[in-house]
């Protein structure tokens, strides 16, 4: 039975993607429910069925107080299949409706609702470029990744378990009372007019104050999150007090939203209690003048006062539950800041599938400048041939990662073309262009520490057969000879074949890198980025990559573009070294030529030349 209503709806299920989310909370929840609508329209129609039986039970009880005015032989003789047959709906039929009800809002919405969001939230995210991550904490995108999710479930499971059946069980009493006397209706009218001002003061200020509380929540998960990423430097630098300090800056402006938040709950909790009261107070007092009046059995005064009590008891469960959805609708929209950005970095409308034979490259007064007039790239022509092995080197800030990131795709150039086969990667989007054939290996080493030295070599060499690949599906992996078989053959060609069990994590950075190197070339790329593959490395462990990287250059077939600060890295690896200096070429020739170059000296090289 729990398997059948939790399939009811896949939350995987194939979606047109779109670069450009809805910016407003109920469109966005409105495109991310459409798999849903079936369900919703299903778990409204039982919320007022529900609600409609709970009207009936307390107007059936008020029926039977009537019905004890005469005796019982007769009361039961006139009624009692009546008596039976309502208690077998009791019995079976009730249970059995609100079990479907419940069954549909715990086991098919609120586990397959969440799950979609956080799935699609993810996959959209994972679609923005570079450079947008590095513009925010990782612990915060993180924080919103997962918070939303149940949020945005919380909403929907309100809406169905509470509003849509108060809006039923509040229309249902105002037919009972009126069935009773329609004189019944003038206090529970001004009551719930009183209870609508109550909801909108609250609602108004809910809102905002639940948006600001989540953000600050999500700065403190930043925050935190940034100071264990970065615990060397904070032990290093001898850094606890200041971290503590930080983050204690977020601790006390989430406590501060929080308790904003709290004080109109206990504002609305009071006036409810007086509001409640009043309802009391005005329905079955009225319904006791009536009955004083002769106008209204004794029938009627026990149904007025068991409807009451039951809206006593349902008001304050009615405005949590509002509060609820639009302190939820809160924490979406705060989500919504980074789920909902529209993705960067896209084709150009006329872009064609690249088709690379060759694999020639070539760049053409290219230009980029982060915004600035000056530093970046300033106007640099390249050729790289196919299978070439070039060097790009100069000082910090002379433009080498930024010619990298333009040719990856992560960064968009002001000006100029970067062709690759007399077709422009412009404008492409940077899994595309890694499509090709082009793998990239990062100053500090990019593995998945939670993953095996084996599970992480097998998710490009999975990546180069299905063009894809998810995590989680390590343990399906594990059973493909085809990709156990060549990842176990690129860690023998490394010489790491008996880390293959190892937890990435606890590798040396040496060979965290030769991992990642290996990594690439189980993609067979057509061109290999180098970006400082030595950096940060004992002269051992360099030694170690230097060798790999001339196995590699002279094994296979393959463009090998490198930067480096170490000369002696470059000089054994390159046969071309292009020497950059802010942001164009100054000097381009062979190694031999390059050591003794005036103009490298004295731009680059200093008196280690």
């Not at 309502?86 to 069954?103: K, N, S, T």
């Not at 594990?478 to 008996?498: P, S, Y």
């Not at 190197?517 to 490395?537: F, H, K, N, V, Y």
Request: charged share 20%; proline share 4%; glycine share 8%.
């Amino acid at each position: 039975m729990f398997k059948y209503f939790e399939n009811l709806v896949d939350p995987y299920v194939r979606y047109t993607e779109t670069d450009t989310p809805p910016q407003q909370v109920y469109p966005f929840l409105k495109d991310y429910s459409r798999p849903f609508y079936r369900i919703f329209a299903l778990a409204a129609l039982l919320s007022i069925v529900v609600a409609a039986i709970e009207i009936g039970l307390i107007y059936y009880m008020g029926r039977i107080v009537d019905l004890l005015g005469g005796s019982p032989a007769e009361v039961w003789a006139l009624h009692g299949t009546e008596l039976i047959i309502v208690a077998l709906l009791i019995l079976f039929v009730r249970p059995a409706i609100q079990l479907v009800d419940v069954l549909i809002l715990n086991n098919t919405i609120l586990p397959n609702f969440g799950t979609l969001i956080r799935w699609r939230a993810h996959k959209h995210v994972l679609r923005q470029s570079v450079g947008w991550f590095e513009n925010d904490f990782a612990g915060r995108i993180a924080n919103r990744i997962m918070q939303t999710p149940p949020a945005a479930g919380e909403v929907v499971f309100q809406v169905f378990d509470a509003i849509s059946f108060a809006l039923a069980y509040l229309i249902g009493a105002a037919i009972l009372l009126t069935a009773a006397d329609p004189r019944l209706l003038l206090p529970l009218a001004i009551w719930f007019g009183l209870y609508a001002l109550l909801v909108s003061w609250t609602v108004k200020r809910v809102g905002p104050a639940s948006q600001a509380a989540s953000d600050a929540r999500s700065l403190v998960t930043g925050r935190v999150v940034d100071a264990y990423t970065n615990i060397h430097s904070v032990k290093m630098f001898a850094h606890h007090e200041s971290e503590l300090e930080y983050a204690k800056d977020a601790i006390e402006k989430s406590r501060a939203t929080f308790q904003t938040e709290m004080r109109l709950y206990t504002v609305m909790d009071a006036v409810l209690v007086t509001l409640n009261g009043l309802l009391i107070v005005g329905v079955v007092g009225w319904a006791f003048v009536l009955w004083m009046q002769g106008t209204a059995s004794v029938g009627t005064v026990a149904a007025a006062t068991a409807l009451t009590l039951r809206l006593n008891a349902m008001t304050g469960w009615i405005m949590w539950a509002l509060t609820t959805f639009f302190r939820q609708i809160g924490v979406v929209a705060e989500g919504m800041e980074t789920i909902a950005q529209p993705i960067s970095l896209v084709d150009a409308p006329e872009a064609k599938p690249l088709v690379i034979d060759q694999g020639r490259i070539t760049i053409n007064t290219l230009s980029h400048h982060y915004g600035r007039g000056s530093g970046g790239l300033d106007g640099i022509s390249l050729t790289i041939e196919p299978g070439e092995k070039i060097g790009l080197v100069g000082r910090s800030g002379a433009g080498k990662s930024t010619l990298l990131n333009c040719l990856v795709g992560k960064l968009i150039p002001d000006t100029g073309s970067v062709m690759f086969d007399s077709q422009s990667v412009l404008g492409r989007k940077p899994y595309e262009i890694n499509q090709l054939g082009i793998s990239r290996v990062f100053q500090t080493p990019e593995i998945f520490g939670d993953l095996t030295v084996m599970e992480n070599m097998m998710i490009p060499c999975l990546a180069k057969r299905d063009g894809s690949f998810e995590l989680n599906a390590i343990g399906d992996m594990l059973k493909d000879a085809e990709i156990v078989d060549r990842a176990t053959h690129m860690l023998e060609e490394m010489n790491m074949a008996d880390k293959r069990d190892m937890h990435a994590a606890a590798m040396s950075r040496g060979d965290k890198r030769r991992l990642e190197i290996g990594m690439c070339l189980s993609q067979e790329p057509r061109l290999l980025l180098l970006d400082e593959p030595t950096a940060g490395m004992a002269r051992a462990d360099t030694n170690n990559t230097i060798d790999l990287l001339r196995q590699i250059k002279e094994e296979r077939d393959i463009t090998i573009a490198i930067i480096e600060h170490d000369m002696h890295v470059v000089f054994s690896l390159a046969e071309r070294i292009t020497v950059l200096a802010q942001g164009t070429p100054l000097v381009e020739d062979t190694p031999e030529n390059i050591k003794g170059h005036p103009k490298v000296r004295e731009a680059y090289l200093g008196e280690a030349a």
